[in-house]
């Protein structure tokens, strides 16, 4: 098993590398990495919402990019882990960014664009 901050870039690639030296091959890459902010939608930070972005969405893209050479030599799967917290309102407050919600289609996609 390996840890890898999503939101870094440089750590997406280096984990690659790493597994590449060590393994030459991946299995199975799950992502189950991400963030989310509840509140007012009104009153929400934009960097809140970027931050949720690069972490439910950008950084499984660009980890899945990084891993597909050594996941295409096994056959392997990727695996996506979501939470239902996104899903759940309250009152006045809600959360300001689904991810469950918006990027369950744009995970079929990455899924579907690393079929091979």
Same mark, same amino acid.
């Given at each position: 098993?390996?840890?890898?901050?999503? @939101?870094?870039? %440089?750590?997406?690639? #280096?984990? &690659?590398?790493?597994?590449?030296? #060590?393994?030459?091959?991946? %299995?199975?890459?799950?992502?189950?990495?991400?963030? @989310?902010?509840?509140?007012?939608? #009104?009153?929400?930070?934009?960097? #809140?919402?970027?931050?949720?972005?690069?972490?439910? *969405?950008?950084?499984?893209?660009?980890?899945?990019?990084? !891993?597909?050479?050594?996941?295409?030599?096994?056959? !392997?799967?990727?695996? *996506?882990?979501? &939470?239902?917290?996104?899903?759940?309102?309250?009152?006045?407050?809600?959360?300001? *960014?689904?991810?469950?919600?918006?990027? &369950? !289609? %744009?995970?079929?996609? @990455?899924?579907? !664009? &690393?079929?091979?």
């Amino acid at each position: 098993m390996c840890r890898v901050d999503v @939101i870094s870039d %440089d750590d997406s690639r #280096e984990v &690659s590398q790493k597994i590449n030296s #060590e393994f030459s091959r991946v %299995d199975v890459l799950a992502l189950c990495g991400g963030g @989310i902010f509840h509140g007012a939608l #009104e009153r929400a930070p934009l960097a #809140e919402f970027d931050s949720m972005y690069r972490s439910n *969405f950008r950084g499984h893209y660009a980890l899945t990019q990084a !891993g597909l050479p050594l996941l295409r030599k096994r056959n !392997g799967q990727v695996v *996506f882990i979501n &939470s239902s917290a996104g899903l759940l309102v309250s009152g006045n407050r809600w959360p300001v *960014f689904s991810d469950a919600a918006r990027f &369950s !289609g %744009d995970r079929r996609l @990455i899924a579907r !664009g &690393s079929q091979w």
